[in-house]
């Protein structure tokens, strides 16, 4: 979102000089504020984000498994990453989660925020702070919900439904329906955290412009579309990679649910990861697969970055 | 809820031999060598062993060992991290199908010194056990476990099918079930089921080894280097119970392990196949419950175990494994073996216990007498995580309706690449 | 500042209900409660698993799985309640949980935000490239990192304390990111003004953008809090003595017979755990919502 967007309905006029966006080269005290600012969260970073991803970007040159000397092994894990059939399904399994999770939760989300948001809803604090609950409650706890609702033959769902004549199936152990069961789950677990995000952004778009817009008669749909929606774009711009980063790296929810099953249709890169570095005791190969991960993701994500950039509502304006 | 079969899996303890400097015996002159325990024993199992322990440590002045109670599957998500920077423990007891890995990326101390050393009292431990912690012939662990799985039945359901007799053949067993079995409104989907056979994440993993076996079937090799999967044996197993619950209905299909206990704890199944543990849980469900051995199939009875071991981590130095290893001895000790099957509830480790010995524990007294049947689950098989997904992927498709030559060939093909790995 | 401009002020004040006020009053009313009451169905439905959470808390043991399901207890009882208090050392790791996640939660936000106006206002050269390098660190997934992470906390002899819980997550990329997004959005006329009044780059951080940033700041917060108190890896693999564990990391410890989960104490513990978060978020979604629209955006 850039100002201009934010100011121009109040008659805003560009600063002067000495308020643009000038560069802030030059002198020492500008350069000492720059590093003053960045200094203790880089260092965080760095230490316990950056060396430790080093690490394990060694590692994944290595046959290490946690215990002894590590032998280098070359690329031979970055080839077995394209190679071992295992993986490549996995590949194909986390792209089809991350299509079926990524606009889902977006789309609920935004919709329950504009709702929540709505001036004529009554007790909106009540709804905005129950719809956040999903979000807070612990996934094994939810998990055990979700399988108490859904099991096919001791499910509450089934059972208030048999006088109906309806049953649903196994849901979470048929190979077809698995992975939207886990992808469903995962939107109900996700949405209200989205959704907050999307508050907050709504938060930021000025009254007066809806009152602008209503002097000209513009209404719903169409204030939708001209004003609240381009403005959030720099929210949606951060909650569409977010989700995303989220939606390749999904792990918890599926662990709890299927574990993988039936016949591994719900296994991910992370589930992969997870099972060779914990479980197989593999780290070097888990490490070069999370790297193949983050390349994915990075590209996926520099992909958006100029997508919305090219809209001119971007991220780094 | 994979974590929760871990868990499930993990009901016996062992005790933690080593070997490798059976000399030092006197600990450094520098005061007591102190041991860092972990364990998954959480109930009444985990007061017994932590009061072995406790016993051990005042029967000597040399060696203090500290227990640290945790679950199996939280061991297995903190091990790693643990051992990898030395804030683990020396003595760690975990699942039979976890040791052959950790063995072979040298997490463990091998033991075959400490088990040719006849103070070790390892000459009475049952050799099937023994199996268990056993890799490439190396011994990697001292059985602390090795629990038979069984069935437990529901006492009210069989009264009201008039069943007074468990049965002890297969074709018994399905014939109760077929009566236990109910559609009332014959719509085609049971209102009760007669049993409840999870075609994948069994417990312990055990059910399909146990009924292939019972079949006259295996999974692999006894040496655990090929597979055998794909046998005629086999076959005729899985189109057995495949015909039983597809055609007769006498179970759910795509129910996993914990599914299975929750179906036979609601009531909806007369029976299941399951641990000693499930005892415990149905008393909880208010359910008035029998336990059985698995009856026979057409060429043996046979029950898988579920597995548990104690091992030495190669964290531990030298004094240190000297003195896990007096813990391990003094944990195969003939009295320590008695009583730790009788305060845990699991059949003795040593063949020089016997049903009478136990006799104050029934529930002891009765799985001691199933135990002969006994079998190792994949022992020494390193690469189980990709073996038992495809044994699940074989019989989960079966009870899906397909068919079991060509599963059982295809679960081959995938054993032969995971052994091969 | 023009007219319009103002009465915007006013109206955003005067929160919702300014702008329904130019409305006949009868008709929307009605309106407005048949959209309460179709909102309010659809949110219980959504609210379904937690509800079943919430009454099976209150299940005994025999219930939990007993069929016929059932959304209520027959018979209501403290017991599990009674467990969780007899089985872990409940108050002990409550009290971690606050200092684990209050602490980062902290930290993060005081760091965050720093690094965002950093990123967001001070245009340095190379400030777009070390966000994508920041946001990259968001990319690599826990468990690649988790070991050497584990380890490094080690080799500083930090393993069972506080410190060496909350330090690692004392910044994160997440929050840098999310922070300054939202200071991007903020007009630059008032930064700017106080710059042309010689104020320093801290003092406008301090004294103009972190005023007008309450509501990302307390969300960001809510995120942070939330996250940690329910984070179950880290503190799991993090503290091997239970003494110094979190409410998340303690109910995995908790078995029935035979290692079975029982499942009403989990809910039990779950619906305890929850309690802080929810009040926490209660307050403070009242406070973000009224701090933007009095802040404005002016």
Known sequence: ?317 | MKKLTGALAAVAVTAIGLSGCAGTTDAESSGPVSLTFWHGYTEADGGVLDGIVEDFNASQDDITIETETKTWAVIDDTLLPALSSENGPEIVAMTSDRLPVYATRNALVDLDDFYADSASNTEALKPEAVDMVSVDGTKFGVPSGFVPLSVIYNKTLFADAGITTFPTTWDEWVDAAKKLTIDSNGDGTPEQYGMVLPDHATVGNGIWPSLFAGGGGSITSADGTEATIDSPENVDTLTYWADAVRNDLISPTGVDGIGSDELFTAGKAAMEIGGPWMAGVATASDIDYGLAAIPAGPEAQASTAIGISLAITAQADDAKQAAAEKFLAYFNDKATATEWALGSGWPPLRTDVSAADVSANATVASLTEIAPGTLPLLPGVVNSTDVLTAMDTATQKAFAGGDPATLLAEAQASIEDALSK | MTALAKRSEVAATRTASGRDSHRPSSRPDVARWLFFAVFLAITLAIMLPVIIIALTAFKPASEVNAFPPTLFPEQWTLDNFRAIFSELPFGRLIVNSFVFAGGVTVFALAFDSLAAYALARLDFRGSKVLLIVIIATLMIPFQATLIPIYQLVSDLGWVNTFWGLIAPRAADAFGIFFLRQFFLALPRDLDNAARIDGASEWRVFRSVVLPNAVPALLTLGVFTFVNNWNDLLWPLVFTTEQEMGTITSGLTLLTGPGGIIPQGVMMAGALIAVLPLAILFLIVQRRFIESVASTGLK
């Open chain 1, 1 to 317: 979102m850039t100002t201009q967007h934010l100011t121009k309905p109040r008659g805003y006029r560009p600063p002067g000089q000495l308020g643009g966006r000038t560069p802030l080269n030059g002198t020492f005290a500008r350069r000492a504020a720059v590093v003053g600012f960045l200094a203790p969260a880089l260092i965080i970073l760095a230490v316990f984000v950056g060396w430790p991803m080093v690490s394990a970007l060694q590692l994944s040159f290595t046959d290490a498994s946690g215990f002894g000397d590590p032998g280098f092994v070359g690329i031979d894990n970055y080839v077995r990453v394209f190679t071992d059939a295992n993986i490549i399904r996995s590949m194909g399994n986390t792209a089809l989660y991350a299509v079926l999770f990524t606009p889902v939760a977006i789309i609920v989300a935004l919709v329950l925020a504009l709702i929540v948001n709505s001036p004529r809803l009554p007790f909106a604090g009540f709804f905005r702070s129950v719809l956040f609950l999903p979000f807070i409650v612990s996934l094994a706890v939810a998990a055990f919900a979700w399988s108490y609702l859904l099991d096919p033959q001791i499910g509450l769902l089934n059972y208030w439904l048999q006088g109906a004549g309806i049953r649903i199936g196994n849901v979470l152990q048929d190979p077809l329906l698995a992975m939207p069961t886990v992808a469903l789950v995962a939107v109900w677990k996700s949405f209200g955290f989205y959704m907050v995000i999307f508050l907050a952004g709504l938060q930021e778009i000025p009254t007066s412009i809806y009152e602008a817009a209503q002097l000209d008669g513009a209404t719903g749909w169409k204030r939708f579309t001209n004003i609240t929606f381009p403005m959030l774009s720099s929210t949606m711009a951060f909650v569409v990679i977010v989700a995303l980063i989220a939606a390749l790296q999904a792990f918890d929810q599926i662990y709890v649910l299927t574990g993988g099953g039936p016949y591994q249709s719900t296994e991910t890169i992370v589930l992969q990861i997870y099972q060779s570095g914990f479980k197989d005791l593999e780290l070097g190969f888990a490490s070069a697969l999370s790297y193949v991960l983050l390349i994915v993701t990075l590209l996926l994500s520099l992909v958006q970055f100029l997508f919305f950039g090219r809209r001119g509502e971007d991220i780094a304006s």
